[in-house]
């Protein structure tokens, strides 16, 4: 019994990703005009996952800032829908201040009810369900649909995201890469940056290029294009995305052409990463020492630089 239902599931996921591997395949086919790209709308706005019918995995650890609905049959009273505080906690009525950050929504259901029948309740059926997918985020930037913040249950492949943020721009490359920290110390230095080639997964149909997108990641998308000489700004700046490289730009004008700075960046943390051969160097500048010096204390960028200007940590 369990070889069969795990077998229909497989079924469904192959099932599903051929149909998102069709939807793609067919908007890079070109059009009576001859385009690279189908002309097709961008989403006018990004969907949130909480609107999704499914319920959360059971696997979904609760995080800071989700909204969580908690039924207890028969008790209006404390049946309730409360947000997760930043400390990780929420207030239930009875039994005050709860620390639910890190725990699954089954594991919530059991301390809930392991709780309410000391004294309070005789056999409490309680369910826990997640309203807001808000404390799982991944930051998409570049040439693609909709660039912003989308909110996750959990890990999605590459083909599933795409669906989400809307079609690859007609200007955009073959060239999406990944940002990812280590999840256990946020604070850490990036990992070493993941590239899949977009050409091979949509185009020729290669299902190892559809990796997994985790909640934190940071994703952007490239343009390939042959002699295009272009930079990457991205993170907390007011205009993320690629801008045209000029002789001698330095790092304050590229962020500059970009907006400038957001009230939530973290200026001393600013990373640049450039490709040198089959490598890849990150360099990492305190914007508030460059501005308060001279433009030869500036850095010179280079084509392919990509300059990220992470949130502050408060």
Not at 72 to 77: I, R
Request: proline content about 6%; cysteine-free; hydrophobic content about 40%.
């Amino acid at each position: 019994m369990f070889y069969r239902s795990s077998l229909q599931h497989t079924e469904r996921m192959r099932a599903l990703y051929a149909v998102l591997f069709l939807v793609f395949v067919l908007s890079f086919l070109p059009s009576g005009r001859g385009s690279a790209l189908a002309q097709s709308a961008p989403i006018s706005k990004a969907p949130s996952l909480s609107q999704n019918v499914l319920s959360a995995p059971k696997e979904y650890i609760i995080g800071v800032e989700d909204v969580l609905d908690v039924s207890v049959w028969g008790e209006t009273e404390l049946s309730k829908t409360l947000a997760v505080s930043p400390e990780g906690t929420i207030n239930y009525p009875l039994l005050g201040i709860i620390k639910v950050k890190d725990l699954t929504p089954e594991a919530l259901e059991h301390l809930l009810r392991d709780r309410l029948s000391q004294g309070y309740l005789k056999d409490p059926k309680v369910t826990v369900a997640i309203k807001e997918f808000n404390s799982k985020k991944v930051m998409v930037f570049g040439l693609v649909g909709t660039p912003g913040l989308y909110k996750l249950k959990g890990e999605i492949p590459v083909l599933e995201l795409l669906f989400m943020v809307g079609n690859v721009s007609k200007e955009s490359g073959n060239r999406m890469v990944v940002m990812r920290r280590d999840p256990s110390d946020p604070q850490s230095q990036p990992m070493p940056a993941l590239e899949v080639n977009l050409d091979d997964l949509l185009l020729k149909g290669d299902l190892s290029k559809n990796v997994m997108i985790k909640p934190g990641d940071v994703v952007y998308v490239t343009s390939s294009v042959v002699g295009k000489q272009r930079i990457y700004v991205m993170g907390e700046v007011r205009s993320a995305g690629p801008y045209d490289f000029t002789h001698s730009m330095t790092l304050l004008e590229a962020i500059k052409m970009a907006g400038g700075i957001t009230d939530y960046a973290a200026p001393k943390r600013v990373r640049l990463i450039r490709k040198e051969g089959d490598k890849k160097v990150t360099f990492k500048f305190n914007l508030k020492e460059i501005s308060s010096g001279k433009k030869s204390d500036d850095f010179i960028v280079q084509a392919g630089d990509v300059i990220i200007v992470p949130e502050s940590w408060f």
